[in-house]
């Protein structure tokens, strides 16, 4: 599909629009929605096809949990919790499966305390076997397990499609295979967006959520080297040991997990894939997103997943011959692995806001980044976060410019 209108009929691109998005991942199509919730006239523009393989939001499964080490992260979690069953109830359909959640790691790891506390998960005492799954995971000597209720998995590309099927329903133009090569401020302030094949569109604020590509629009634009990195990683489905498939289900409350140390291991239940489990290592090597080595890394990704389950769930995972399928990805790292959500600054002010950086554990906050970047955009200020107690302090570009330090990260964020 090369366009769609929007619900008026109106063709694509036509006029001048109130936002302009650009990348229709699961930021930019979240904004997009927040934005023509409000009445705006939004153009969400996409430089691949929309729904595509080559970015970060694409695929069959993501998780949401509030344990974080960062203690900025949860209030955005839980903002964006309800901000998902908002969307769902609106659209008529679900995308987000509940699940408990389960975290592991050493009981002196600092980032694995922390998670814990700003989580409010509840640690399961030592030498306690009552808890649930204390038969599927053996705990290392040393470490600690700790429960939570806040978790769950969302079918990622349906998500996107959700979201981005609402926003059209609200008004917005949608244009896929549109690629924005310059943003300019015009005399009389407004914004316009170049594309590849010549095309300009006028806006009075602009939305920038391109993924993978955010460094390299950014210079182009403003010359501002932001320090995002591309980096390849890889998915993994492992096979669930005969006997055991249903115990693995979230339709026997099996939780999401996050396993804490080296490797940082996730997973979610098995459910994309009868008979199959997710579990991956968080990383991977870094990339030129417009000229990837599809197979990089393959081995250094599976196998220390492959020795991890090993440890922990032999009886129940399998690892003979690899993973089952593999499933290429990208993160966009910063150098502290916190986001960017941000006005770009400059002379182009409090009109371009740019959303990028999620470090490969962004999509869960998907609703509350896009309804925070469309405050930003609109409004000069995001109410709604500081009403949900998020901090976007840490988020700032200047942290990069005021601290040649920011480099370091405070702990494992994982997916």
């Given at each position: 599909m090369a366009a769609a209108s929007n619900s008026n009929g109106e063709a694509p691109g036509a006029g001048r629009f109130d936002v302009i998005v650009i990348g229709a991942g699961i930021m930019g199509s979240c904004a997009a929605y927040a934005a023509s919730s409000r009445g705006a006239r939004v153009l969400l523009l996409e430089q691949f096809d929309l729904l595509h393989h080559r970015g970060s939001s694409h695929g069959e499964s993501r998780t949401i949990r509030a344990t974080y080490p960062q203690p900025h992260y949860p209030p955005m979690v839980r903002l964006s919790r309800r901000l998902w069953e908002e969307a769902q109830a609106e659209a008529g359909y679900r995308v987000l499966t509940p699940t408990p959640h389960l975290d592991l790691g050493p009981r002196d790891d600092p980032a694995f305390r922390d998670a814990v506390r700003n989580g409010g998960a509840a640690e399961v005492a030592a030498g306690d076997t009552s808890w649930p799954w204390a038969g599927v995971f053996r705990v290392p000597e040393g470490w600690a397990a700790a429960t939570s209720e806040l978790g769950g998995v969302m079918k990622a590309t349906k998500a996107v499609a959700m979201f981005q099927a609402l926003a059209v329903k609200k008004g917005a133009v949608v244009r896929d295979r549109t690629e924005v090569v310059g943003i300019a401020k015009r005399g009389d302030g407004s914004i316009v967006v170049r594309t590849a094949s010549g095309e300009e569109?006028?806006?009075?604020?602009?939305?920038?959520?391109?993924?993978?590509?955010?460094?390299?629009?950014?210079?182009?634009?403003?010359?501002?080297?932001?320090?995002?990195?591309?980096?390849?990683?890889?998915?993994?489905?492992?096979?669930?040991?005969?006997?055991?498939?249903?115990?693995?289900?979230?339709?026997?409350?099996?939780?999401?997990?996050?396993?804490?140390?080296?490797?940082?291991?996730?997973?979610?239940?098995?459910?994309?894939?009868?008979?199959?489990?997710?579990?991956?290592?968080?990383?991977?090597?870094?990339?030129?997103?417009?000229?990837?080595?599809?197979?990089?890394?393959?081995?250094?990704?599976?196998?220390?997943?492959?020795?991890?389950?090993?440890?922990?769930?032999?009886?129940?995972?399998?690892?003979?011959?690899?993973?089952?399928?593999?499933?290429?990805?990208?993160?966009?790292?910063?150098?502290?692995?916190?986001?960017?959500?941000?006005?770009?600054?400059?002379?182009?002010?409090?009109?371009?806001?740019?959303?990028?950086?999620?470090?490969?554990?962004?999509?869960?906050?998907?609703?509350?980044?896009?309804?925070?970047?469309?405050?930003?955009?609109?409004?000069?200020?995001?109410?709604?976060?500081?009403?949900?107690?998020?901090?976007?302090?840490?988020?700032?570009?200047?942290?990069?410019?005021?601290?040649?330090?920011?480099?370091?990260?405070?702990?494992?964020?994982?997916?």
């Open positions: 569109f006028h806006g009075a604020k602009c939305i920038v959520t391109v993924g993978a590509w955010t460094s390299k629009l950014v210079k182009s634009v403003t010359g501002m080297d932001l320090p995002v990195q591309p980096v390849h990683t890889l998915i993994c489905y492992w096979k669930v040991r005969p006997g055991h498939e249903s115990e693995l289900t979230p339709e026997s409350s099996f939780p999401t997990f996050a396993s804490y140390g080296d490797p940082y291991i996730y997973s979610t239940p098995s459910m994309e894939f009868p008979g199959l489990i997710k579990i991956a290592k968080h990383g991977g090597a870094p990339c030129d997103p417009d000229g990837r080595d599809w197979a990089a890394g393959a081995a250094g990704l599976a196998e220390p997943v492959a020795r991890w389950i090993d440890a922990v769930m032999p009886e129940h995972v399998d690892t003979a011959g690899g993973p089952v399928v593999r499933q290429a990805c990208m993160y966009s790292v910063t150098p502290d692995e916190d986001f960017v959500v941000d006005f770009l600054g400059g002379e182009f002010g409090r009109d371009v806001v740019v959303g990028g950086g999620f470090s490969g554990h962004g999509f869960k906050m998907g609703p509350a980044v896009g309804r925070i970047l469309a405050e930003m955009a609109m409004d000069g200020e995001a109410r709604t976060a500081a009403e949900a107690g998020v901090d976007l302090r840490p988020l700032r570009i200047d942290r990069f410019v005021d601290n040649p330090k920011a480099g370091e990260p405070q702990g494992s964020c994982g997916s």
